[in-house]
């Protein structure tokens, strides 16, 4: 008789070990594991994980659907904190994923509300911006007035671009710099996170 195996599976709240005989089937090692005291549900659930985790996911991960898996699991364990997560780039990967799966932007089809139903950052991050409703009409009230400011002095981002494309005045560079010089540093400093996300 050959000797037995010595196997062991991991369940999400236990681990089992098991000897098997070598031309034990699939069939039967999960016959013994359903045997078990565990925790029975029905119906049974099987989660495939990734046990480790790659150091470069666009070379170690070829496969289209190993990739989604893999992401799916990583944003799950994102999502629940077991793996922290920067409330910075919690907020970048979420809106990787809501690009991912929605696209582009657009006010025809994308309508207020169409992301109520997806789960995209860490409830501690949530929490952590969570405004009252007078903060948050405060808010609104100077980005209304911010935005009005801009229309009265006639700044608009687009039409000064043009004019600096256009090689115009100095003046319109200020300007442009001084209406959105700090959310372009923003800009490159969320690049610049982007790149050492990729690094690691």
């Known amino acids: 008789m050959p000797k037995p195996i010595n196997v062991r599976v991991t369940t ?25 005291d565990v925790k029975k549900e029905n119906p049974l659930q099987f989660k495939f994980r990734a046990k480790f985790f790659p150091e470069d996911v666009s070379e170690e991960l ?19 904190d077991e793996i922290y997560c920067p409330p910075e780039t919690a907020v970048l990967l979420a809106s990787y994923a809501v690009q991912a799966k929605y696209g582009d932007f657009n006010k025809e089809i ?56 256009q090689g115009n005045t100095k003046q319109r560079i200020d300007e442009f710099e001084a209406m959105w010089g700090p959310k372009l540093y923003a800009l490159f400093q969320m690049r610049s996170c982007q790149s050492s996300i990729k690094q690691m």
């Open 12 to 36: 999400m709240d236990a681990e089992l070990e098991f000897a098997i005989q070598p031309n034990t089937t699939g069939k039967q090692l999960f016959d013994q594991v359903t045997q078990q």
């Open 62 to 80: 070829i496969q289209e659907i190993t990739q989604r898996l893999f992401f799916l699991q990583v944003k799950e364990a994102i999502l629940n």
């Open 110 to 165: 994308h309508k207020p509300g169409y992301l109520a139903n997806d789960r995209l950052l860490p409830q501690r991050v949530l929490e952590q911006h969570k405004l009252t409703k007078e903060q948050d009409e405060t808010k609104k009230t100077q980005n209304d007035v911010l935005h009005a400011e801009n229309v009265k002095a006639g700044r608009d981002k687009y039409k000064t671009l043009r004019q600096i494309r």
